[in-house]
């Protein structure tokens, strides 16, 4: 019998985007725009055939949005308590 499993890049694209959104955390416009793909092509992919790579790769871009969104809520906190020193 031949395994009949449907392959797609979807999901190692969505992983490589979720890790490179999670490496460029201090970087918004690296992160953000990389981290929602990450999400949409891992939910794709996930959705379509139950790629294991695809809801890795959408965990991936929720933890480097995550991150992202993160860092620079304490950026902002750290900015705000020095002045008002």
């Known amino acids: 019998m031949e395994d009949k499993k449907k392959k797609s890049g979807m999901g190692v694209a969505a992983l490589v985007l979720g890790i490179i959104s999670i490496v460029s955390a201090l970087?918004?416009?690296?992160?953000i725009p990389t981290g929602i793909l990450g999400i949409v092509f891992g939910a794709k992919s996930a959705k379509k055939i139950g790629?294991?790579?695809?809801?890795?790769?959408?965990?991936?871009?929720?933890?480097?949005?995550?991150?992202?969104?993160?860092?620079?809520?304490?950026?902002?906190m750290i900015i705000a308590i020095a002045n008002a020193l």
Do not use: E, H, Q, R
């Open 27 to 31: 970087f918004w416009y690296i992160s």
């Open 51 to 76: 790629s294991k790579l695809g809801k890795a790769g959408l965990a991936t871009g929720i933890v480097g949005i995550s991150l992202c969104v993160f860092n620079y809520i304490n950026m902002i």
